[in-house]
């Protein structure tokens, strides 16, 4: 005779930290830990949805928030390496290291480096809207794409606020003050007239920047409001069609 043992299977140990979800699908998180992994269990939530209906509570304030923060995170990231790449490029590589006047390509490659980062996390949230369906998954989307939004339009701000005063700022007397503070004679002269040749491009820079922030912000959003509207017209005709089939 065994003393105390069963049959049974010992029960599986937890060994995440994570909240699990007990279904019949794959164990869900509750706290993603980026933005592919959100996207993924967004995915998940669709394919729970599709068989099933589950009210929006069952993604709680705190798991809101996540996906809050999470789309907050990811758009400060993007904000942060375009502050640090943007200015390199537009006002150094581009005007001073290339004088040569680079063939196209190279130009459009040199070009689109700070946007890289936006434009690839922006096609992730654009793929969003596939899954802008069911309940909990649009609760989910809306605090992800709106947390990416708010963060990253704050830098675009940011970005175009402080090349407008660098601009304003940048008075011959201000510049070759700093100039002659900061370097040798020879490297200050070089910096006041270098200066000078891309003044008239800054505050179009920080425009331009604000502008594509903008539209990777706001494009999400649109993205997926017009495919909900054109899914909500394709059914309410399907059914028009089914119903004058079927009286």
Not at 115 to 122: A, D, E, G, K, S
Not at 160 to 183: C, E, H, M
């Amino acid at each position: 005779m065994r003393g105390g043992s069963s049959g049974r299977s010992a029960a599986p140990q937890q060994t995440s930290n994570d909240q699990i979800i007990p279904t019949n699908q794959p164990m869900l998180r509750l706290k993603p830990k980026g933005l592919l992994t959100a996207i993924g269990d967004i995915q998940q939530y669709y394919v729970l949805e599709r068989e099933q209906d589950i009210p929006g509570e069952f993604l709680t304030l705190e798991g809101s928030l996540e996906y809050w923060r999470i789309g907050a995170k990811s758009g400060f990231n993007e904000g942060l390496l375009l502050f640090l790449i943007y200015p390199f490029v537009e006002f150094y590589l581009l005007p001073f290291a290339l004088k040569s006047e680079p063939d196209t390509s190279l130009t459009l490659l040199f070009n689109s480096l700070p946007y890289l980062m936006v434009l690839f996390n922006t096609i992730l949230c654009l793929y969003l809207s596939k899954y802008y369906i069911g309940t909990l998954t649009r609760k989910a989307i809306n605090y992800l794409l709106n947390g990416r939004a708010m963060s990253l339009f704050g830098k675009g701000c940011l970005i175009a606020l402080l090349y407008y005063f660098i601009s304003r700022l940048g008075t011959p007397q201000n510049v070759w003050a700093l100039a002659d503070k900061v370097f040798s004679e020879q490297r200050a002269y070089a910096f006041y007239y270098g200066f000078f040749q891309i003044h008239h491009t800054i505050i179009p820079s920080g425009l331009r920047a604000f502008f594509f922030v903008s539209v990777a912000c706001f494009a999400p959003y649109l993205v997926v409001y017009l495919r909900d509207v054109f899914r909500r017209r394709r059914i309410k005709r399907n059914l028009a069609r089914i119903s004058g089939i079927n009286p």
